[in-house]
C-alpha cells in the first residue's frame, strides 16, 4: 500500500509514523544485508542521522518493535539472531539512553543479555530477585521522606531503582567484581532545592543507615572533570544490604540529564560534541516528555508529588504553563535549527560497502558523486534516493538512503587483441550459450559482437551482472 493510500484511511500524522518506521527499518535491513561492522564513527553518524531524520516518536516505536523481535529471537536463522543482537547494543540502547528512556534501554539490555548469555542472566537473576523487588526499595524511600521533613528539607524529587541485570553484568565483568561487591544494586536520588540543602540531606541519610566506610564522595566541592556534581553515599538498608544514595540540586540535575555530563556520555565514554547533536537530544527528549513516552518508571512513595501527578501533559505544545509539573527546564528547547542549515547524513550503499555520509545543507546527487566508499565515484555510475530515480540536481535530505548503481564499464592495461573467432564456439562447447550472458538477446558469434542492443539502464545492468554471475 502507498503513502497515498494510507492517507485515505487514517490521519496524516499517523501516516508520516508509518512511514518513518517503514524508513527505518529499511536502513536497519541493508545494515544486516550487507553484514556490516560498523566502526564506532560510522555508528555515531548512524545514531545522529536516526534522531535527525525522524520524529522521535518514530524511534520509540522501532525500539518497541526491537524489543518485540528479540523476544522470538527463538524462530529467526543463527546468523540473523547475532546480527539482531548486534544491532540492538550498537544502535537501539544507545539512542535509548541518550533520549532518556531508561525503562526501554534496560529491557533491551535484559532482553539481549538473556538471549546471549542465558545461563549468567539466570544465575543473576536468582541472586538479586528478591532484593531488587520494588517493595523492598519503596519502605527506604518513605522512610528518607519522613526524615527530610522533620529537618525541614523540602526534596522536589526522591526516587528509586534496581539496577538492570545485563547493567550488573557488565560492571562486574569490566571493574572485575563479584556481585556482593556492586553496592548500586538499588539506589535513590534525592533532588532538593540548593547546595545547603544537599548536606542536610546526607545528615539525614546518615542519622537513618549506617554508611559503608570509604563510600562517601563529595562530588560538589569536587566536581568531576565534565561538571558533573552530585553528593554520592552508600548505606547498609534496614534488609542488611548495600544502598546507594545520591543527592543534588535541580540545576545539578539539569547538567547531569541534558549537558557535557549526562549520564548516557559517561556510559559510552565518547565526547560527542557540537551545538547540532546536543540540540537533537535536548529537543527529542522534550518532545518524548510532551507526549507521556519519557515516563522513568521510577519507585516512588505513595502519596509523593511526582507519584500523583498526571501522566498526561494538558498544555498546549510546545509551552509548559508556568505551574505544570512537567515543565522541568528552566529554559525550553527548540528545533534544532541545524536541520534548516545543515549538516545532513545520508547513508551511500555502494556495493558491498555502506557508509553514512555527511553533506552541507542543500548538497545535491551531483555533489554525492564526487563520494564513495573506496574513493571517486565512476562518472557513468548513477545514483538511485529511496529507490526513486531523480534529477541530478535533487536536492538531498536528512536520511535519505542512496545506492549506487554502476554501468558496464572495463578499463585493460594494454589494448585488446583481435578476440579469437571460435571464443563463443569454447563456451558453447562447455554448455554456455551467447544468450546467458546478454538477457536473451542472440549475439553474432564473427569476431566483433554487436553490443547495440544491450540495456544499459541500471535495472538492466543488475540483470546482466547476475546472469554473469550465474555464468562463472
Known sequence: MTEEQLTTLISADVVELVVGVSKMSRVSELCREKNIAYQEVEIEKLRTMILAMEDARVVVIKMCDRLMSLRRLDSFPAEMRAQFCEETMEIFVPLASRLGLWKLKSELEDTYFKVTNPAE????????????????????ISKLQAALHETGVEASDLTGRP??????????VKKGKTIDEVYDLRAMRVIVSDTKACYRALEAVNSLWQPLEGRTKDYIKNAKANGYQSLHTVVTGDDGLPFEIQIRTAEMHKVAEYG???HWRYKESLDVSGAFHDAQIAWARFVLSWTSELNDHKCRAEGSAKATTSARC????????SHCPHGRLEEEPHPPAAREDGPIFVLLVDGTNIEVKELPAGSTKRDLLELSTSGRLSSRASLIVNQEEESLDTPLNMGDLVEVVHSLEFEFEKPLEKPRENCFDFWESQGVGSTDFFGGFDLPTSEYADFEHLDTSPAG??????????VF
Open 461 to 470: 545492468i543488475a540483470k546482466a551482472r547476475a546472469r554473469l554471475s550465474r
Open 314 to 321: 494538558l498544555c498546549p505544545f510546545p509551552h509548559h504553563h
Open 260 to 262: 557535557v555530563a549526562a
Open 163 to 172: 539496577k538492570n541485570l545485563y547493567g550488573i553484568h557488565k560492571k562486574m
Open 121 to 140: 542472566h539466570d544465575r543473576l537473576l536468582t541472586k538479586v530477585a528478591t532484593s531488587t523487588r520494588p517493595e523492598r526499595i519503596i519502605p527506604h
